[in-house]
């Protein structure tokens, strides 16, 4: 007989741990994604931004045969960060970024998916959102599209919804979950721009752009296939730059002022756009535990939601999927001891990555200027003596066999001095 594992939340997390168990023999997986099936339907803009993804993440996906080619083939690959002010300087990075588009990086998951396993064993359903569980009889409701909601039972539930998951809020009312929810003090626009015609005017094809003004208001532009350059514009809660414009060119007017050599790049449509789509807001998640019983189990966003400072959140999800697979094979596949070994081994690097992601990056420029300088001595004393000197907090996390929760300790310093001099 198969075990019945019900996955709600059809993010990155979620359909790569699909892949996983249906790479045994014994499970049957229902999914259950609130949205569209994007390989039928398109996303809206608004829901996206660029992933990039970083060995952690990769080594994640290599394991699924076909999947991390077939991803880094519809990808652009970044070997450096042009930072603009007045001037543009490039910093070349020490090693290539994997970058996509979140919607494009789910797609590419689910073709694959479709693709190659089982489907007898694998049932998807879009559309159809989870709006409560009954963990007495192991059932949860889902609304379908009409409205009409369905009652499925499941022997495992996996909670893959985000941040905003409704199962973890489930297991803090009734179960004693502890977890505290809290909003990133800063908001974010999606920016869809396209290169210029003009050569002289194009920005590099193979390094993210970025630009911070001096109310720390950010734009972020990654290279994408076709010549898009998609990203992010970020601005502090209280200081949002579009909250007065009334048209494009109040939109045209801030860009070239603010960020003239990415102006270029934005189109009358994509201005009309930007007025009138929503602001994102960044939710940070830090639970006690990632399990209730043998049955519910919560991975990715769900379990640890982190801010993008670092870019980590979906390397992390991905990675809680290899990390729950060997935990698996470790215990033979027994939910029962399965389950809170996997809570044991990830939370402390959960609540590591949470702290490395609200604090590693500073805000205030002289200590941007600090934390160039710092990373370029340790870059260089690592070369000199590696085993005397690790290297600095963001050439670590580019290593995938060393665990946030080491990262954080050997960064420890440099994280207590921004918590006291950053904020
Ligand atoms: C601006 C920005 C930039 C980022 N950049 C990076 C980066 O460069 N690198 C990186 O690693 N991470 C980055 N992240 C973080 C990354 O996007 C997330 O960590 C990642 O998407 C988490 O994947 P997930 O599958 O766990 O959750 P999600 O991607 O949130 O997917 C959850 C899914 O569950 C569905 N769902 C939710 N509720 C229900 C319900 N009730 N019923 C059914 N379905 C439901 C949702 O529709 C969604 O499809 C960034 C985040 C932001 C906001």
New binding site residues.
């Given amino acids: 007989m198969w075990k019945k594992v019900v996955i709600?939340?059809?993010?990155?997390?979620?359909?790569l741990l699909a892949h996983y168990l249906l790479r045994r023999e014994q499970y049957q997986v229902e999914i259950?994604?609130?949205?569209d099936d994007p390989l039928r339907k398109e996303f809206e803009a608004e829901r996206t931004?660029?992933?990039?993804?970083?060995e952690r993440?990769r080594k994640a996906l290599r394991k699924i045969e076909g999947l991390e080619n077939a991803i880094t083939e519809e990808s652009v690959w970044i070997y450096g960060t042009n930072s603009h002010s007045k001037k543009s300087r490039r910093i070349p990075r020490k090693q290539p970024l994997v970058?996509l588009d979140?919607n494009q990086l789910?797609k590419l998951i689910l073709q694959h998916l479709e693709k190659t396993v089982d489907s007898n064993r694998l049932k998807l359903s879009f559309n159809?959102?989870?709006?409560s569980l009954d963990d007495t009889k192991n059932t949860v409701n889902?609304e379908v599209e009409n409205g009409e909601v369905l009652t499925v039972n499941y022997d495992r539930l996996v909670a893959?919804?985000?941040?905003?998951?409704?199962i973890r809020q489930h297991l803090v009312n009734k179960k004693g979950l502890e977890s505290e929810v809290s909003y990133v003090p800063e908001d974010?626009k999606?920016v869809f721009f396209q290169q210029p015609s003009n050569p002289d005017l194009q920005l590099d094809r193979d390094t993210i752009h970025a630009q911070t003004l001096k109310d720390r208001t950010r734009m972020l532009l990654v290279p994408q296939p076709e010549d898009q350059l998609n990203g992010?514009i970020?601005f502090d809660t209280k200081n949002n730059p579009f909250e007065n414009f009334s048209s494009q060119a109040d939109v045209f007017e801030f860009m070239k002022t603010n960020f003239p050599f990415f102006s270029p790049c934005l189109s009358g449509e994509e201005a009309e756009a930007l007025l009138e789509r929503p602001i994102?807001k960044?939710l940070t998640v830090r639970c006690d535990r990632f399990h209730e019983d043998s049955k519910i189990l919560m991975?990715?966003?769900?379990a640890h939601?982190?801010s993008?400072s670092l870019?980590?959140?979906?390397?992390?999800?991905l990675e809680d999927v290899l990390i729950f697979d060997q935990v698996l094979d470790q215990y033979q596949d027994n939910w029962e001891k399965t389950l809170p070994a996997f809570s044991e081994k990830r939370v402390p690097d959960a609540h590591a990555l949470k702290e490395l992601s609200d604090y590693a990056f500073p805000r205030r420029k002289i200590l941007v200027a600090e934390l160039f300088l710092r990373l370029k001595i340790k870059r260089f004393l690592n070369r000199l003596f590696p085993n005397l000197f690790k290297p600095f907090v963001f050439d670590l996390l580019l290593d995938s066999n060393i665990s946030y929760r080491e990262i954080l300790q050997a960064n420890q310093g440099w994280i207590n001095r921004l918590k006291k001099a950053d904020r």
């Fill in positions: 709600i939340g059809a993010g990155p997390t979620g359909l259950y994604e609130r949205r931004f660029p992933i990039n993804l970083q993440g970058c979140r789910v159809s959102k989870l709006i889902i893959a919804d985000g941040a905003r998951s409704r974010y999606s992010v970020v994102g960044v991975l990715g966003d769900a939601a982190v993008p870019g980590q959140g979906c390397n992390a999800g």
